[in-house]
């Protein structure tokens, strides 16, 4: 009687999860919020619309990557409709050249909001620093050279400052810092990518079970579920990365006191409008699971670059968040317009005025400058 009892209630504890994941799963396509987040979610698992243009990307090893060289594209979004064009080292600038005497240099690192994503590249902020600067200085022609490659952290940045960027001999490297996502894309460097029919792709670790999984593909509940545990785990490791990003920026550092550059990093702010507005008790949930507050960890970074010798530009409020003090500065999904970039560009031009040894190609005084 005992093992039927048990099989009964093994029976009826299957029906009853059977029952209860049926039932989520029908809540969840019935409720046009969630519907709307797990069919997004399971149309970037299924590859039904890629983001960039195809063949925009090649790679560059095993885990980092570069516009491909002499491409010419357009990228079109329902917010935009941009021109493409990749120089011969794979970069969105014009063709290097050999610097001029007279020429200072700024090399421009950093992911998708140094590409200039959404707008064309002059009204990129680069670009538009590049303007001000030979507008305002007339001792020197200044270049920005506009370096920033979509999905880039720390640690492809520094990869592509020792592999192309140091070619530019730059007298100034200037690193666009991201905090909604910067911080976790070093956690998880080095990525292995490949780039598969065209389009830039993560390779899952051997051993992961073919994730994402077909229940993943099908389910809205699972898909929601298994995006939820992932960020789980990324908010559990938040304090990691924050340390292995400080390693990285040190090692730019190291790489460019060879030659007495000076690094400045451009801190942007989160741009989704959700982190602003999450409610009180989830943020305090976050702040648990990191075992800090993020936003908080704005003024860490700062003091850690000073006591480094590198700079830090963080930009003002009015970039916290779209909407930040009346202004509309992004792109619906969460990129800069190009106010957003004409902004940005004046206050890093304010910050360089106000911290002359950058423009100077000078290292920062002693006790750093920020």
Known sequence: MRPRAWLADLAVASVGLTVALVAGELVVRAFPPLARRAEALRAVVERRAEVHPRGLYRMDGDSCWTLTPGFTGRFVRPEFDIEIRANRRGLRDREPEAKAPGTFRILGLGDSFAFGWG??????????????????????????????????????????????????????????????????????????????????????????????????????????????????????????????????????????????????????????????????????????????????????????????????CRLSPRFEGPGALGLRLSLEDSHFNAEGHRLAAEEIHAWLATHPWALEGELPPAQGSS
């Not at 020197?140 to 960027?165: F, K, M, N, Q």
């Not at 509940?221 to 789980?232: E, G, H, N, V």
Request: glycine share 8%; aromatic share 8%; hydrophobic share 40%.
């Open 119 to 312: 707008v064309p590249v002059e009204a990129s902020f680069f670009k538009r620093l590049e303007t001000l600067l030979d507008g305002s200085h007339s001792v020197a022609t200044h270049e920005v050279v506009s370096a920033g490659i979509p999905g880039y952290g720390t640690y492809e940045a520094l990869h592509l400052l020792t592999s192309v960027g140091r070619g530019y001999e730059p007298d100034l490297v200037i690193l666009a810092f991201y905090e909604g996502n910067d911080y976790l894309n070093n956690a998880s460097a080095p990525r292995r990518r490949a780039v598969v029919d065209g389009y830039l792709t993560d390779l899952k670790p051997a051993g992961s079970g073919g994730r994402p999984s077909l229940a993943v593909r099908h389910s809205a509940l699972i898909a929601l579920l298994d995006d939820q545990w992932s960020r789980l785990g990324e908010k559990r490791a938040f304090r990691a990365s924050v340390e292995k990003t400080k390693a990285l920026l040190v090692e730019m550092k190291t790489v460019l006191a060879e030659q007495r550059i000076p690094l400045v990093v451009v801190f942007i702010p989160d741009q989704d409008p959700a982190a602003y507005a999450r409610p009180p008790l989830l943020r305090l949930t976050d702040r648990l699971l990191r075992g800090e507050d993020v936003f908080r960890q704005r003024g860490e970074m700062a003091e850690f670059c000073q006591e480094q010798g590198i700079g830090f």
